[in-house]
């Protein structure tokens, strides 16, 4: 029996644990000395499929000047309003747990929870996301979105490696089970 695709958020944070400014700006972390691509390329060939909020999806866009930036993966963009379909981008307001239990199901590489905080958080809701990958940057900006909202139960990872890159430090963690 081959092995159900793994839901993966890979993502990076200040040090005081926000994704991104309250107005969705990543500036502070492109200030951020790197060492190559901090695992980005090895990361984005296990996945074959990307999901994020509409927000997300807005800001990636927007900053890759409309080109979608994973030409190669079927992309999945959480939104109360639909847009126009495309062959790799479809939108979807679907209950998460069952779109994750349906995209675990159907045969391909692991899955990609890109942001925003609030689909992270209802991914981390329903107990879905299997690993963490957080590139923590030295940096502090005080308030921003996020990455992790209040939950009212825990879950336990377990560290499965750190790594070094440039300043950023690297953590992956793998949901105890």
């Not at 998460?96 to 349906?102: G, M, P, T, V």
């Not at 958080?121 to 990455?147: M, R, V, Y």
């Amino acid at each position: 029996m081959p092995n159900q695709r793994k839901i993966v958020c890979y993502i990076a944070i200040s040090l005081d644990g926000y994704i991104a400014t309250k107005e969705d700006s990543l500036e502070w972390l492109f200030k951020v000395e790197g060492e190559g691509d901090a695992g980005y390329g090895e990361f984005i060939e296990t996945i074959d499929t990307v999901v994020m909020g509409r927000r997300t999806y807005d800001w990636v866009m927007e900053a890759e000047g409309g080109k979608n930036p994973y030409p190669d993966k079927q992309c999945y963009v959480f939104s109360a309003t639909e847009k126009k379909q495309t062959e790799q981008v479809k939108y979807t307001n679907e209950e998460i747990a069952l779109f994750a239990e349906r995209l675990k199901q159907e045969p391909g590489k692991d899955i990609w929870v890109v942001g925003g905080g609030n689909l992270i958080h209802g991914f981390l809701k329903e107990k879905l996301i299997d690993e963490f990958i957080i590139s923590i940057a030295p940096t502090l900006i005080g308030k921003g979105i996020p990455l992790f909202q209040e939950l009212d139960f825990e879950i336990e990872y377990r560290l499965n490696k750190v790594q070094q890159w440039g300043q950023f430090a690297q953590l992956h963690y793998e949901l105890k089970k």
